[in-house]
T-cell receptor
Framework: DVKVTQSSRYLVKRTGEKVFLECVQD?????MFWYRQDPGLGLRLIYF???????EKGDIPEGYSVSREKKERFSLILESASTNQTSMYLC??????????????FGAGTRLSVL | EDQVTQSPEALRLQEGESSSLNCSYT??????LFWYRQDPGKGPEFLFT???AGEEKEKERLKATLTKKESFLHITAPKPEDSATYLC????????????FGSGTRLSIRP
């Protein structure tokens, strides 16, 4: 079974802190994604990566950065956390094959509260 | 603009009462349409992929169908354990690498 593991289920941070969210997958997938999920807004793509050290901006990259130094690990960084970044953050991975890119395997999510 | 719209937002059914969830999309060059199930406090779980109009996929009490403008997720004789949020996503449009998710339908099945 594919496993995508997010380092924390719940996080509470203060405004202005630098926050790291970690994600690891064990299926050797080329693609990895970071989303945030808010009520009524669905899943919105923050960043995705299609290879080590490669990244592309999603729909809402402002205030976030990412790092992918190894194939299995994709990190989301909030440079200076703000209250409007309080949300559920979901990591996903998928194989490279074009038609299967939408078959994504998700982690359990990290619920981040910024106070 | 590429868009995915799901309806209804929420649906409450009695156990055994069949119904359908709708996913309409405006995406040029559809490469794939995907259905996911999400339980509270968990990440979405992949259910089906549909690639072309007329295609159908089935899994237990769920059946997904696709036309050129929309997809339906039919649920036949649902059970309480089918309660979840069902998400639709499409790949295609202005950026073939992008996956666009709808905001989901929250399905609740009463025993």
């Amino acid at each position: 079974d594919v496993k995508v593991t997010q380092s924390s289920r719940y996080l509470v941070k203060r405004t202005g802190e630098k926050v790291f969210l970690e994600c690891v997958q064990d299926m050797d997938h080329e693609n990895m994604f970071w989303y945030r999920q808010d009520p009524g807004l669905g899943l919105r793509l923050i960043y995705f990566s299609y290879d080590v050290k490669m990244k592309e901006k999603g729909d809402i990259p402002e205030g976030y950065s990412v790092s992918r130094e190894k194939k299995e690990r994709f990190s989301l960084i909030l440079e200076s956390a703000s209250t409007n970044q309080t949300s559920m953050y979901l990591c996903a991975s998928s194989p490279r094959t074009s038609g299967r890119r939408g078959i994504q395997y998700f982690g359990a999510g990290t619920r981040l509260s910024v106070l | 603009e590429d868009q995915v719209t799901q309806s209804p937002e929420a649906l409450r059914l009695q156990e055994g009462e069949s119904s359908s969830l709708n996913c309409s999309y405006t995406v040029s060059g559809l490469r794939g349409l995907f259905w996911y199930r999400q339980d509270p406090g968990k990440g979405p779980e992949f259910l089906f992929t549909l690639y072309s109009a007329g295609e159908e996929k089935e899994k237990e009490r769920l059946k997904a169908t696709l036309t050129k403008k929309e997809s339906f997720l039919h649920i036949t004789a649902p059970k309480p354990e089918d309660s979840a949020t069902y998400l639709c996503a499409v790949q295609g449009g202005s950026s073939a690498s992008k996956i666009i998710f709808g905001s989901g339908t929250r399905l609740s099945i009463r025993p």
